[in-house]
């Protein structure tokens, strides 16, 4: 019954993505890192967009989010365990947001 409801959902946010991606953004309306804009820092999410639109396009930007691109797969197998072993899947999240948070430090020391 739940997966019922949640497709809706997913085809409303990947609509919304797509517009945004292929619309709005060449618009020049982009929605900006209100981490980066108070301390002028990148965030560990900053690059997400910039990472999208590259696959909607084909392509794999040299300046995307190399942190986040790393930690996908396991975002994925995150969110299958979570049903299945939901403490090995709390440990999980612990690591990704560890790894995630060191990415964030790492990034803005390199420059990257």
Known sequence: MRRH???????GF????????????PLG??????FRRVTGL??????????CLGLLHGRFLPGCNWGLTAAAPWILFLLWLQRRRP??????????????????????????
């Open 42 to 51: 990148r965030c560990p999410g900053c690059g997400i967009t910039d990472l």
């Open 87 to 112: 403490k090995a899947a709390g440990v999980l999240a612990w690591v990704l947001a560890v790894f995630l948070l060191i990415w964030g430090v790492l990034r803005n020391l390199w420059g990257m």
């Open 29 to 34: 309306f982009r929605a900006p890192c209100l």
């Open 5 to 11: 409801k949640a497709f809706p959902a997913g085809a």
């Open 14 to 25: 990947l609509c919304a993505g797509l517009f945004y991606g292929y619309v709005l953004i």
